[in-house]
């Protein structure tokens, strides 16, 4: 049972002719997003990244848990699935044990993957399974009104938080990679084709490739938050509350104080879990 192994060394370029109606399932449209809502943005760069690879479209699958983001598989033309609540990695790590030849990509929200899913997180990034996971993180539950989230910040008003939530916050791309993940990266939708080269090096990583994706929810979380309107969240948090990682290098601690960084944050080489599985069962068959 051979495992797939993405020709990784094979640099991001673009790849024309693109044609999106090719990688949409048209009769599933028009989709439940609202308008400003940054997941549109997030799946564009996504399926140029995926065009970019050349990987025929059965030989993906695009996987979900729970909530807005979540949404994601059922408008796509790959081979697809729409999970539970929080699960969706243990879904994934199924689906790719089974079949370990398809690439297989996720797409959860900051809930879905940090507080219900989180232990699911943390041990899907320890295994080292080669899967590609997008964290759709707009700092709430945007699904179910607007609850706090593992990256709420502090003193934001969410649904549960009314009076600005009092809880330090996670930063996914930390998790990530102190648990194991063998690439860690952040992106935005406002810096949208930078995050389609990010997403395509991600693809193409052989293990647990996590990419931290800032994008908005003004319907909840910029309404609770008093932004005026979808472009001045992508200006305040996407824009001015990021660097990239070569910009960091040439900025003192000071001046990095409140901002994330952008690009590719940790990469590593370790056994991927699929091949020592596979290795594991010829020696248990004493071939
Ligand atoms: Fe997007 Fe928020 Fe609307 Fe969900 S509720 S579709 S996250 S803007
Ligand atoms: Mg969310």
Redesign the pocket.
């Known amino acids: 049972m051979a495992v797939q192994v993405p020709t990784k060394s094979v640099p991001y370029k673009e790849k024309a002719p693109f044609d999106y109606s090719s990688y949409m399932r048209k009769g599933k449209l028009p989709h ?3 308008p ?2 940054g ?1 549109g943005i997030v799946l564009k760069s996504l399926l140029r990244a995926i065009h970019a690879t050349g990987m025929p479209q059965n030989d993906i699958a695009i996987v979900s848990g729970i909530g ?1 983001s979540s949404r994601t598989p059922g408008y796509v033309d790959f081979n697809t699935l729409h999970t539970l609540h929080g699960r969706v990695l243990a879904y994934a790590t199924g689906l790719k044990l089974a079949k370990p030849k398809l690439k297989v990509i996720v797409t959860t929200g900051d809930g879905d993957a940090l507080a219900i899913g989180g232990n699911h997180f943390i041990h899907a990034c320890r295994r080292n399974m080669d899967m590609t996971v997008l964290v759709y993180n ?1 700092y709430i539950y ?2 179910t009104s607007g609850q706090s989230s593992p990256t709420t910040p502090q003193s934001m008003i969410a649904t549960t938080a009314r009076y600005g939530s009092i809880e330090p916050v996670f930063n996914t791309c930390d998790i990530a990679k102190a648990a194991g993940a063998t690439f860690v990266a952040r992106g935005t939708a406002y810096h949208c084709q930078e995050l389609e080269k990010t997403l395509y090096d991600a693809i193409m990583h052989k293990g647990t490739a996590v990419v931290d994706i800032l994008d908005s ?4 979380y910029g309404r609770f938050n008093k932004f005026k309107n979808a472009s001045e969240m992508m200006e305040k948090i996407e824009k001015d509350g990021t660097v990239s990682v070569t910009q960091a290098a040439k900025m003192t601690p000071e001046q990095l104080q409140g901002k994330l960084l952008r690009g590719i944050i940790h990469k590593a080489e370790r056994p991927e879990y699929c091949e020592e599985y596979e290795r594991l069962m010829a020696k248990a068959q004493g071939k």
């Open positions: 439940i997003w609202c400003g809502c997941h807005c707009n945007g699904m929810c003004p319907t909840y």
